[in-house]
């Protein structure tokens, strides 16, 4: 079997802890966990369009957040999300 190669990288304490929790959880190791997550999410960059693909961490500023809300205050919902919000009424 060839032998990996280290790397290092700082990572905020909450993804230290998910990434100990979900090893705890499921008994695989950490450099396994680490390497199956890196490999599928560099395919998925390599395959999917870009203006497809969510970032995990969004930045709003003050100017985009008051846009965001003008959006979400005037926005009426359409038929089908009162359908599905009235789903077992």
Request: no cysteine; charged share 35%.
């Amino acid at each position: 079997m060839k032998r990996g190669s280290q790397i290092s990288a700082v990572v905020s304490e909450t993804t230290r802890e998910l990434l100990e929790r979900r090893v705890r959880a499921t008994g695989v190791k950490k450099g396994y966990l680490v390497e199956q997550a890196l490999r599928h999410h560099l395919q998925a960059l390599q395959e999917l369009p870009t203006d497809v693909i969510v970032h995990p961490k969004l930045i709003v500023t003050r100017k985009s957040g008051d846009a965001i809300l003008k959006e979400v205050e005037k926005a009426r919902p359409t038929e089908p999300l009162r359908e599905l919000l009235r789903d077992g009424d």
